[in-house]
């Protein structure tokens, strides 16, 4: 032992399933079934524990109540462990690695997201390669420093910023991508960490952790489509307890130039409503005002997302409209890089 510890967080996913004999579906099974596949765990230089949700879920199944839940397991043990791993479900892994950001700031420890594309009892599976790497990225440190302090995902040999990434795939083993920033470090031989990305070693330790369990989960996301209709946005602006809608948008930002879409708009945000504005490309940013079909997103004071995944663009509303009360604030912030998920 090197005097190291990772705790592994098991939330369900795929890499902990097994087919249900009675209706050949794939349902979660307990962790220790993980365990018994990888005898290699026993072998790392590290104390390794784990804990479990005490229902494992699909990821389908996870949301801000989950969040909460996986954020205060991490705040109880942060000072035990010099690192975290967080089994979970691909689905949905990106939305549960962005939310983390957000709730755990100033973070001094690395936290791993990783899963699997088949089970871990299966000859083919891709979760023993990505659950052995994890674990080693989360104990990895440089002259007594943790190499990354920052939420991350490991899958099929890449390490990405958690909330810059998306699932991109349901077949391949490399299922993730971070179309707007740069991998984070990749295995091979050894793994390559990519420093200049990294979130700085410098500003670690300046700040004690800050942890934010309260989200206000009344965030919507309305996607575009040529022949979006009127009623289909007032309905889903009145929403009961709706405060924000995520749009996602064409191109570089771009809606319908009729009158009742800014109407529309308009209605929403005078009944209070923040708007903010990502784009359906997955690579680039929005830029409102480029293009004719995007002016009125600035005249109503729709938020530009700028490159902000859906999935950091949804969390962080949630995770704003939590922690504050002034919508001035809550519209300042979101324009801001909190925890590197956009750029400016
Ligand atoms: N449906 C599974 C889940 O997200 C898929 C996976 O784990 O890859 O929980």
Redesign the pocket.
Known sequence: MNGKSVLIIYT????GMMKDPETDLLKPFDFEQITNQVPELNRFAYKIDSTSFSKPI???NMGPSKWIELANIINKNYNDYNGFVILH????MAFTASALSFMLQDLSKPIVLT?S?LPIGTIRTDGKENLITAIEIAGASNNGYPIVSEVSIYFEYQLYRGNRTTKTSTEHFHAFESYNYPKLAQAGVEIKYNYKYLRSVKSIFEKPLQVNTTLNPNVGVLKLFPGINRLQIIHFFNTPELVAVVIETFGSGNAPSDKWFKDALQSGIDAGLIIANVSQCQTGSVHQGKYETSCIFDELGVLSGNDLTTEAAVTKLMFLFGKYEEVNTIKQKFSEPICGELTL
Do not use: A, K, R
């Not at 369900?12 to 890499?15: A, E, L, N, V």
């Not at 479900?89 to 949905?92: C, K, L, N, R, V």
């Open positions: 369900g996913g795929t890499i699909d990821s389908s479900g691909s689905d949905t899963g594309q």
